[in-house]
């Protein structure tokens, strides 16, 4: 697979992540979070995490591997 694929499935992954902490919520298992708290950790997730990976795709994608 090429990192492109990987990275469109790390994104589907934490989108579907955030989906099932909501409704979790939503549900009372997670009680003593907030939809905001939620969120904010998948959005730090996805930065550390795709932040490397959507660089080197552009990188790649000037240098025209």
Do not use: H, P
Request: aromatic letters at 12%.
């Amino acid at each position: 697979m090429k990192v492109k694929v990987y990275s469109q499935l790390f994104k589907l992954v934490l989108v579907l992540l955030g989906l099932t902490g909501s409704v979790m919520k939503w549900t009372g298992i997670f009680s003593n979070a907030t939809i905001n708290e939620i969120w904010v950790a998948l959005s730090f997730a996805y930065g550390i995490g795709l932040g490397t990976i959507d660089l080197n795709i552009t990188r790649d994608s000037f240098k025209g591997v």
